[in-house]
């Protein structure tokens, strides 16, 4: 039996000072409470940059640019296979209010202090890469 493959995308939101938006993952959730880059699956027909703006929308009510693809990585999990892409995104309006809609927490953080929090492995292994940890 073939594993499920997923798509899924993810977005680099950058604000001053070198922080990145990472988003926790909902106690009913799979993974729950983990820590990831914001984001979720592709539907089928969807453009990755208007899933990772639906995405972000429906989970947190804010609303993003797209830009170019910074990281792509590729994960198996007992189950499923990921296809994960990230995105370098910024917000629209950088006033705008995170909402709590579809995540459990949210936190703006230097690449550095990442270390500290739990990720899933796909993100980990993303984080690995955008540290140059991994060739």
Not at 32 to 42: K, N, T
Not at 64 to 75: A, D, F, L, Q
Not at 82 to 89: E, R
């Amino acid at each position: 039996m073939s594993k499920r493959k997923i798509e899924v995308v993810g977005a680099m939101l950058e604000k001053e000072g070198g922080r990145y938006l990472i988003t926790q993952r909902p106690p009913t959730s799979s993974l729950p409470l983990l820590w990831e880059f914001p984001g979720g699956r592709v539907e089928e027909g969807e453009r990755h940059e208007d899933a990772l703006a639906r995405e972000l929308r429906e989970e947190m009510g804010i609303e993003v640019s797209v830009g170019e693809r910074v990281m792509h990585t590729h994960h198996e999990y007992p189950n499923y296979e990921i296809d994960f892409s990230v995105y370098a995104c910024r917000l629209r309006s950088p006033e705008s209010a995170i909402q709590h809609l579809r995540v459990h927490d949210h936190r703006w953080v230097t690449l550095e202090e990442m270390s500290t929090y739990r990720f899933p492995d796909a993100d980990a292994k993303t984080l690995e890469k955008l540290l140059g940890l991994e060739p």
